[in-house]
């Protein structure tokens, strides 16, 4: 006879702005997909978070904010499939600034951060998207 045990895996979810990949469809804990740019700083400690926004028809450019502190994070921003920012896993230890260019015709972008990318616990990180009309 066969054996069998339930399996559980716990993943950690951010909610706020947050879209599934898949079918294009918005996560339950999702109000919306592409919030409009609003230039909120979002900050976190341990828990993965992706976020999109809405750049605003007509932008090209837009200046992206991000803080790694001591312990290794690493972020991404997307414009579509093309990756604009790998940061690397860093602590940057000091704010960057960058100024990011979208290569498509689409005007979202998606911020991912991977913390704590070396392993363990206890990192801090935040990122701000600087909004074109601001």
Known sequence: SALSAPISYQINVACGDVCSL????VSSCSASCGTACNGQQIAG???PVSRRYNM???TTSFQFIYQTYSKPDRV???NGATNLLDSGCVGTANEVTVTLTLTSGNSNIRVDVEPNCTGGTGTAWYFKVVCPNS
């Open 56 to 58: 605003g028809a007509g």
């Open 45 to 47: 400690a341990d828990t």
């Open 76 to 78: 991404k921003v997307w």
């Open 22 to 25: 898949s079918n294009g469809n």
